[in-house]
C-alpha cells in the first residue's frame, strides 16, 4: 500500500508493478530493456527540490551521463539511414551567442518540400541534438520526405548548461524565425514543430510565444511526442492518472520536481505557460496552428499530454490525440531495430502531419 498522500481515489494498478510485469507492456519493448536492467524501479531519487541548486546541478549532470549512455547504446548497430544529407548551420542567438541547427534533407528530390523543426528531449536541462538517437530520428524523417531541421539549444543543466528558462526557449525560437525567414533557401514549403518529452515542452510553448509575440502564422503545426508539461509536482492534479499508474516505469517520477527546479529555479515562472504549457488556459491557446499531441500507454507523462489535448480542443484548436500502445516514455523513438514497425508508423505521422498542412 503506497503512504502517497496524493494518489487519487481509484487508482489503477499495484503500486508493487514493474514495467517487467505489467502485462500491458510490448515484449519487444522487454526483450530490449531488460538486459540493460531497466524493467524494475530505478533507484530512488537521492536528492529532493530543495537540495539547493549546486546539487542538483550536479544530479542532472549525472543523470545526462546516463541518459546519453543509454541511448547510445540503444542506437548502436542501427544501420544508416541511406539517401540523407546533412549539412551543419551555426547562427548568432539574440544574446549574441551560438546557435547550432542540424539540417538533413532527402537526396535526389526534387521541389520544396515541408520542413520539420526537431527539439530534443531532456527535460529543458540535459541531452543534445547531435546524440545519435536524434541523428536518426532525424535522418529518418528526412528520408520520408522532409527537410529537418534540429535545433541545438542552451540547457537548464548539464554539458550544454546551466541557463534556466526562458534561454532554451528564447535559443528555440530565433533559430525557428531563422528558419521561417530562409525557408525558401532550405528548400521548405512551411514549418511543423515537433520534439518529445522536454522537447515536446519547448515545442508546445514556442506557438504559445509567437502568439504572444506576433508571429504564431510562421508556424503550420506541431507535433509534441510524451510532451513533459506539467510543472507542478507539490500536488499534482488527481486526474493526470498515468503519474501513479505508471510511475518508475523506466522514469521516477520522484526526478520530475528536480529538472524542474534547474529549469525554472524556485518555480519563479510557474503559472508562464511557455515554461510549462500546462498552465495554459483557452485565451493562450486560441487560434494555435493544427495539433497533434502523442502519449504512451505506459509513460508518466501520458496524461498530462492527453490534458493538453483536451484544452486545445476546448478551444476550437485542430488537435489529434493519440496513444501508443505498450509503450515507455519516448518508446517510439528508442526502439528501432527491435520495433521497427512502430518506429516506421512514428516518422510517417510526423511527415504524414507535416505534408497535410500543405
Known amino acids: 500500500m503506497t503512504t502517497d498522500a496524493h494518489v487519487p481515489a481509484g487508482r489503477i494498478g499495484d503500486p508493487a508493478r514493474t514495467l517487467g510485469t505489467d502485462p500491458r507492456a510490448d515484449p519487444r519493448m522487454l526483450a530490449v530493456l531488460g538486459p540493460l536492467g531497466a524493467l524494475d524501479h530505478p533507484a530512488s531519487a537521492p536528492l529532493t527540490a530543495d537540495a539547493g541548486r549546486a546539487a542538483l546541478l550536479e544530479l542532472v549532470e549525472a543523470t545526462e551521463v546516463g541518459f546519453e549512455g543509454l541511448f547510445t547504446v540503444l542506437a548502436d548497430g542501427w544501420a544508416p539511414v541511406e539517401g540523407v544529407s546533412r549539412e551543419i548551420r551555426t547562427i548568432t542567438g539574440d544574446g549574441g551567442h551560438d546557435i547550432t541547427l542540424h539540417v538533413h534533407r532527402p537526396e535526389g528530390v526534387d521541389g520544396p518540400l515541408p520542413l520539420i523543426y526537431q527539439v530534443h528531449g531532456g527535460g529543458m536541462v540535459m541531452l543534445s541534438a547531435e546524440g545519435p538517437l536524434y541523428m536518426h530520428w532525424r535522418d529518418a524523417l528526412a528520408a520520408a520526405g522532409a ?21 532554451g526557449l528564447d535559443d528555440c525560437a530565433a533559430a525557428l524565425r531563422w528558419t521561417h525567414a530562409h525557408l525558401a533557401e532550405l528548400g521548405g514549403t512551411h ?58 516505469y523506466w522514469l521516477d517520477r520522484a526526478l520530475f520536481p528536480l529538472l524542474a527546479e534547474v529549469y525554472d529555479p524556485e518555480g519563479a515562472h510557474a503559472a508562464d505557460p511557455t515554461c510549462w504549457p500546462a498552465r495554459a488556459g483557452v485565451p493562450d491557446v486560441s487560434g494555435l496552428p493544427p495539433h497533434v499531441i502523442s ?3 505506459l509513460d508518466p507523462l501520458r496524461d498530462e499530454g492527453l490534458a493538453y489535448h483536451r484544452l486545445l480542443l476546448a478551444a476550437g484548436v485542430p488537435s489529434v490525440g493519440k496513444i501508443n500502445l505498450g509503450l515507455c516514455h519516448v518508446g517510439e523513438l528508442l526502439f528501432r531495430e527491435a520495433m521497427p514497425d512502430v518506429y ?4 510517417r505521422d510526423v511527415v504524414g502531419f507535416a505534408r497535410s498542412l500543405a
Open 344 to 347: 516506421a508508423e512514428a516518422v
Open 191 to 248: 514549418i511543423v514543430v515537433t520534439g518529445d518529452s522536454g522537447g515536446g515542452n519547448l515545442a508546445l510553448a514556442l506557438p504559445i510565444k509567437a502568439r504572444r509575440e506576433g508571429w504564431v502564422d510562421e508556424i503550420a503545426g506541431v507535433y509534441a511526442q510524451c510532451p513533459y508539461i506539467q510543472g507542478d509536482w507539490a500536488k499534482p492534479p488527481a486526474e493526470l492518472h498515468s503519474l501513479w499508474e505508471n510511475d518508475k
Open 295 to 297: 502519449a504512451n500507454e
Open 147 to 167: 527537410v529537418v531541421v534540429g535545433v541545438e539549444y542552451r540547457n537548464g543543466g548539464g554539458v550544454r548548461g546551466p541557463h534556466p528558462f526562458p534561454a
